[in-house]
């Protein structure tokens, strides 16, 4: 049972490709402050600085009081704006705090392209894909020279599996930008996601042509490589991907899983396990890995707990996903002579199942119906 298909995502709505509007743009070197950043009046300016220096140190709070006040102080001021929306939005998570951050930017310069690109951002994790769409595209138009905004089109396309849209998007965004690397990854995902695997290959290699220490395309070839049962070459991709960024979740997550497929190593498979988990605490797949990692090394008791705790992380997005962990639940049950709790989680199990495959038959049928 591969784990090749999980994907990284601190929430499900916010895909890794939510950047914010002031970080280093990845292997081009420039950032998404060329969207001609106002940060206002020399007080303001002062206060926004010191707010992106708090930040950087991690006080998220003082970045948040400092950030409000260089909005105060200049009510004609757009980069605090944005930044407070950043904040809120990859910091605090306080998504509808970031929409209101950067209502009030673009209200203040309806003309700024960040403005509009933070804005669709923050509808995109509110599920308002329509909205998000147009303010992508406002943004897009705004900053001409600019691949972010399309980049962020083509992943909301690609999330609504409008995969054409999504790859015009992506071409575009490379059109404007040919070294942008993390575009390359984003095209090789929608031919992953059809099932072409050498083609997914050839965008992620070229990714790294352009960025060789771009860790995801290491981790991305590594999930090819592994629903391939190349596993060797598998584990030194997701080796080589935690060497340039140790915060590579997926690829703790999967070496954890394929040591487990081989039943050996257990001692390092439940440290590359804590470290997914540690790395990403509500990813289902990955409290799964560890429980089953527990299982397999006969700490029934533990594996019992994570899985138990893991069953309670509902989401109905990920439905399959919960009726894998209490069809894991219901073997360490009977392991441990459980018998009822046991049943109890089996059916839950083919409860969920039952469930997504109604979900699935419904989708697909609602969408041939409309063509």
């Known amino acids: 049972m591969a784990r090749q298909t999980v994907r990284y995502t601190k929430n499900p709505r916010l895909q890794p490709w939510i950047f914010g509007v002031s970080v280093l743009f990845g292997s081009i070197g420039i950032t998404a402050c060329v969207f001609a950043e106002n940060t206002g009046s020399s007080e303001a300016d002062t206060q926004y600085r010191t707010g992106v220096q708090r930040a950087a140190e991690g006080d998220l709070s003082a970045a948040e009081a400092t950030f409000q006040q260089a909005i105060a102080s200049d009510k004609k001021a757009v980069g605090p704006c944005i930044a407070l929306g950043?904040?809120?939005?990859?910091?605090?998570?306080?998504?509808?705090?970031?929409?209101?951050?950067?209502?009030?930017?673009?209200?203040?310069?309806?003309?700024?392209?960040?403005?509009?690109?933070g804005l669709g951002i923050a509808l995109v994790a509110l599920g308002q894909s329509e909205e998000a769409e147009a303010e992508l595209k406002k943004s897009a138009?705004?900053?001409?020279?600019?691949?972010?905004?399309?980049?962020?089109?083509?992943r909301l396309y690609a999330s609504v599996h409008q995969d054409e849209k999504a790859r015009e998007a992506f071409d575009a965004a490379l059109a404007r930008e040919p070294k942008f690397a993390?575009?390359?990854?984003?095209?090789?995902?929608?031919?992953?996601?059809?099932?072409?695997?050498?083609?997914?290959?050839?965008?992620?290699?070229?990714?790294?042509?352009?960025?060789?220490?771009?860790?995801?395309?290491?981790?991305?070839?590594?999930?090819?490589?592994?629903?391939?049962?190349?596993?060797?070459?598998?584990?030194?991709?997701?080796?080589?991907?935690?060497?340039?960024?140790?915060?590579?979740?997926?690829?703790?997550?999967?070496?954890?899983?394929?040591?487990?497929?081989?039943?050996?190593n257990l001692d390092k498979a439940l440290e590359w396990a804590e470290k997914a988990v540690e790395l990403q605490p509500t990813i289902l797949q990955f409290q799964d890995t560890l429980g089953w990692v527990h299982r397999s090394r006969g700490e029934l008791d533990k594996a019992a707990a994570i899985l138990e705790k893991a069953s309670t992380l509902l989401d109905a997005k990920q439905a399959?996903?919960?009726?894998?962990?209490?069809?894991?639940?219901?073997?360490?049950?009977?392991?441990?002579?459980?018998?009822?709790?046991?049943?109890?989680?089996?059916?839950?199990?083919?409860?969920?199942?039952?469930?997504?495959?109604?979900?699935?038959?419904?989708?697909?049928?609602?969408?041939?119906?409309?063509e």
């Open 141 to 154: 138009a705004l900053a001409p020279k600019n691949p972010l905004p399309l980049q962020a089109l083509g």
């Open 320 to 370: 399959l996903v919960l009726s894998q962990i209490f069809e894991h639940l219901s073997t360490v049950y009977s392991e441990q002579g459980k018998s009822t709790e046991a049943t109890r989680a089996m059916h839950q199990s083919e409860s969920l199942k039952s469930v997504t495959i109604l979900e699935r038959a419904a989708k697909e049928f609602g969408e041939g119906s409309q």
């Open 182 to 264: 993390e575009a390359y990854i984003d095209r090789g995902n929608l031919w992953l996601a059809r099932g072409d695997n050498k083609q997914a290959i050839a965008e992620y290699e070229r990714a790294l042509a352009v960025n060789p220490r771009l860790a995801e395309a290491h981790v991305r070839i590594g999930m090819v490589l592994q629903s391939q049962n190349r596993a060797q070459e598998a584990e030194q991709a997701y080796a080589t991907a935690i060497q340039l960024d140790s915060t590579q979740s997926i690829a703790y997550n999967n070496l954890a899983w394929m040591a487990l497929e081989r039943k050996d």
């Open 86 to 117: 950043e904040l809120y939005l990859t910091g605090l998570g306080k998504t509808e705090k970031a929409l209101q951050a950067y209502r009030e930017a673009v209200t203040r310069d309806s003309q700024h392209s960040g403005a509009r690109y």
